[in-house]
């Protein structure tokens, strides 16, 4: 009969003496050092799949970080301090000498929030290893559980490190093993600087040199010799490490082995209310769902409290290996500007505010923001010997925008008080970079924008760094008006003025119809053609017209691909597709591409680009977005950072401000919702939308001829609700009703699309809007497949416009593939250009050419 019994790793931070472990029974029916199993939950946004060794995971908490593969390698840091690398584990049969890698013969992993369960399956025995990190707690713990026929000896090996991030660095690290403590000691002459690791159920089996660190694995043995008598229990293993006293260190260790599941309750608990407290989604796309989820605990996993700097957003973490970052595992101001307008999408207010907070420490005496700060920067002089922490000029402006973007959702006034001496400094450098006098921040003298090296950094101006330096324009006056400063606000109203006009007669290329990707300082366009562009349309900066065009050009084949949309054209003799900068796939500007597809109402493009992103999700770090993909194909560089921030933004923004087009201005007391849903989605809901102290919940359903949404309200009377889907080009919207009233309703045709408002003022909690439409036929999005490595082969929509008499749709596919396009009312449908019409669906075949590739095609559909 199969037996079945468990281990647990813990981690924690210090040297301890021999401690007792919580819920042990009897010595002599139980194995010494173990203690009862508990249960590990699986909620339903839990990832399931065969795992891949050198794939990356991670389990993190605010102050200690697991990072590794799915072999159940990993890594240990006690911010800042790296611990040790290299873990592993291998199992010896009986008196066996031979090892079984656990990398060899790894079969699953399963991913939640507060645990990863990686499995471990061999023909006489299958071990299942938990791993959890506690939210708050400088440690980590590994549940190992073992269902074996045999005894069975575990070998845990690691490399001591004892190192604090990159530049910094200390000597004279030691190890060795205190059998008392059934753990290594890892330490330093100063008595500042520990790590632990460690089982009270195993032995040590390593000789460990004298005021040095061996160059081989420090190992240790956990010997179940009898398995049944760790049948239904957990081993601890346990990690830990920091700065401080060895005291405080051991504290943690003894708390963390004497009872892991108060921590791992704790960090059950604190999902649960992530989850709960921050708005969600419902739609009918289950992975898009998932992947909204899991963008929460991304980002919630990058807040890092660091002892010697404070509480801050980390920009990314990864493995670091033999070297000493953890992925971007620093403060980054920009990042953490730009990760928060996801997070205020969100209602993660306080981590918002927290983190803005944190970035004011490092404001330089001349008003510019700090772009970089190391998490080791407590052990070194940072901003005076190292050159990195201003070099870029977009983090400045980006701090005044995302202040506003949080002051607008949350109506906090008091942040903005405390914050505007910081805010006019930063705003007042902004001004005094513009050496020419048109208006618009220079690279040349502020720093680095879009790009950080090669051919194009050389120029006056980019169009990411001015469309930030716009907005930032525009958010300042609302800002000074905020906190009672009227001169302040005329001010920046004619900077606005100024800056708005300059960017649109610098940057548009009417020959490209495109916004350039930068000028010269001769005033000349560097007409290449970007996704920069779209941070600018996604604000709404620009001519409408011009606009329309550029949308149109970011959605082609030269930009957009299955997994997203290109940092350049792949016609552009720059175009490299494993150049960082020149090519690649970014996640996080194909969120802004998306989100300015929708801001226009460009819908189907909008929605292609966020699942293009939201795919992402699973396809790599489960749970995580990666930071960069070839421009070529479907995968990732091998520089990339396996979870990275402001690639989750590219799941987020679009989510939330573009397909939901939810948005709030609380001291106006007005909330919005802009659906632009596909046609074919029946019904969606959001609940727990966040606005100063009001909570919003809005249910769309969708009938032939009737868009219907009931919007509940807590605290929220009084406050202006705003409801304007956005539906295909072609749709006539007759009517709207408020509460079974007859309502005002407005119409406001684009090119792409048809939005129809209405709007009351909430009073009692709930509200019902129904708007009455005449349809018309609608393309639904197209059905992309794509795996990793897979090359670009998706169909692209570049525009669908509808005249009331025909529908036309300008597509890009590959030339000679077949293709078909699902459509709603098909018999509306009276004749067709450029397809075959087969029941509900367009079917077409894009000629061969000799040049091969993507090619354009045109379809019609004359309506009757």
């Not at 944190?358 to 404001?363: G, L, R």
């Not at 970014?586 to 801001?599: D, N």
């Not at 100063?692 to 009084?718: I, L, Q, T």
Request: hydrophobic share 40%; net charge negative; proline share 5%.
């Amino acid at each position: 009969m199969r037996t079945r019994w468990v281990l647990i790793l813990v981690v924690a931070w210090t040297v301890s003496p021999s401690i007792g472990i919580g819920r042990t029974t009897a010595a002599d029916s139980t194995m010494p050092g173990t203690i009862e199993a508990f249960h590990i939950y699986k909620p339903s946004m839990t990832i399931d799949k065969p795992a891949q060794p050198f794939t990356p995971f991670d389990k993190v908490g605010r102050k200690f970080a697991v990072l590794g593969e799915e072999s159940g390698t990993f890594e240990a840091w006690a911010y800042p301090l790296k611990l040790f690398r290299n873990f592993e584990f291998s199992f010896y049969l009986k008196n066996s000498t031979r090892p079984i890698r656990a990398a060899d013969i790894v079969r699953r992993i399963s991913v939640t929030p507060a645990a990863t369960t990686i499995t471990y399956v061999y023909q006489s025995f299958t071990v299942r290893a938990v791993y959890v990190t506690p939210v708050s707690t400088p440690g980590a713990m590994i549940l190992l559980s073992v269902d074996a026929v045999v005894p069975l000896k575990i070998v845990c090996g690691f490399l001591p490190v004892l190192q604090p991030m990159w530049p910094a660095g200390i000597g004279g690290q030691y190890a060795y093993w205190d059998d008392g403590m059934k753990a290594y000691i890892i330490s330093e002459p100063t008595g500042e600087n520990h790590g632990i690791v460690g089982s009270p159920a195993a032995t040590g089996i390593s000789y460990t040199p004298a005021h040095m660190l061996s160059d081989y694995p420090n190992e240790f043995t956990i010997d179940v010799a009898d398995p049944a008598r760790v049948r239904d229990r957990f081993i601890p293993v346990c990690i830990a490490g920091g700065e401080g006293k060895r005291d405080a260190v051991n504290a943690v260790y003894d708390s963390l082995v004497a009872d892991p599941e108060k921590y791992y309750e704790a960090a059950v608990q604190h999902y649960a209310a992530l989850e709960k407290n921050t708005l969600q989604i419902e739609t009918p796309v289950r992975d898009l769902n998932l992947a909204f989820k899991w963008a929460k605990v991304a980002y919630d996993n990058l807040l890092v409290d660091n002892p010697d700097l404070g509480k801050g957003l980390v920009a990314g973490l990864g493995v670091s290996g033999t070297s000493g970052r953890p992925g971007f595992g620093w403060f980054f101001g920009g990042d953490a500007y730009i990760n928060s307008f996801s997070m205020s999408s969100y209602g993660a207010f306080d981590v918002v505010r927290d983190a803005l907070a944190f970035t004011e420490k490092w404001q330089r005496a001349d008003g510019k923001m700090a772009h970089e700060l190391s998490q080791g920067a407590g052990y070194v002089d940072w901003f005076h010997k190292y050159g990195y922490a201003y070099i870029h000029a977009d983090t400045t402006p980006f701090y005044i925008d995302a202040v506003y973007d949080y002051y607008r959702l949350t109506g906090d006034r008091s942040f903005v008080e405390k914050s505007w001496k910081s805010l006019t400094k930063a705003y007042d450098w902004c001004l005094s970079t513009d050496s020419n006098g048109d208006g618009l921040m220079d690279n040349s003298k502020a720093g680095l924008g879009a790009l950080e090296f090669g051919s194009l950094i050389n120029i006056q101006s980019d169009v990411y760094l001015s469309a930030i330096w716009v907005r930032a324009t525009y958010a300042m006056e609302r800002l000074a008006n905020a906190v009672g400063d009227p001169s302040y606000a005329a001010k920046a109203k004619i900077d606005y003025a100024r800056a708005a006009g300059a960017y649109e007669r610098d940057f548009w290329n009417p020959n490209g119809k495109y916004y350039s990707y930068a000028f010269n300082s001769r005033g000349e366009k560097v007409n290449v053609l970007t996704p920069w562009m779209s941070v600018g349309l996604s604000w709404g900066i620009g001519d409408s017209v011009h606009s329309d065009e550029a949308l149109e050009q970011l959605a082609s084949s030269q930009l957009a691909t299955d997994w997203g949309v290109r940092t350049i054209s792949d016609r552009s003799s720059y175009y490299d597709p494993l150049n960082y900068n020149y090519g690649t796939v970014w996640p996080f500007i194909t969120g802004w591409a998306s989100v300015a597809e929708f801001r226009h109402g460009f819908s189907l493009q909008g929605y292609g680009m966020l699942m293009s992103t939201a795919r992402h999700t699973f396809d790599n770090e489960q749970g995580d977005v990666t930071e960069v993909f070839s421009g070529a194909s479907n995968v990732w560089l091998g520089e990339a950072v396996s979870h990275q921030g402001f690639s989750t933004g590219g799941v987020v923004m679009p989510l939330v401000r573009g397909l939901f087009g939810l948005d709030g201005d609380a001291s106006r007391m007005r909330v919005t919702f802009a659906p632009q849903f596909p046609a074919n989605w029946d019904s969606a809901s959001a609940s727990n939308y966040r606005v100063g102290e009001a909570s919003f919940s809005f249910r769309f359903a969708r009938m032939e001829n009737v868009v219907k949404v009931v919007v509940n309200g807590v605290n929220a009377d009084g406050y202006d609700v705003v409801v304007s889907p956005v539906l295909a080009p072609g749709t006539v919207v007759t009517s709207a009703t408020l509460n079974g009233k007859p309502a005002h309703v407005t119409t406001r045709p684009g090119s792409q699309s048809v939005e129809a408002t209405a709007d009351g003022i909430m009073a009692g909690g709930a509200m019902t809007f129904e708007f009455s439409c005449r349809p018309t036929v609608e393309i639904l999005p197209p059905e992309i497949e794509t795996t990793t490595g897979d090359a670009d082969h998706g169909l692209k929509i570049v525009s669908v416009t509808n005249d009331g008499r025909e529908l036309l749709a300008v597509v890009e596919g590959l030339a000679g593939r077949r293709y078909s396009l699902k459509v709603m009312n098909r018999l509306m449908i009276g004749g067709v250009d450029g397809a075959a019409l087969n029941g509900s669906e367009l079917d077409f075949e894009l000629p061969n050419t000799a040049s091969g590739g993507f090619a354009r095609h045109v379809i019609r559909l004359r309506l009757q």
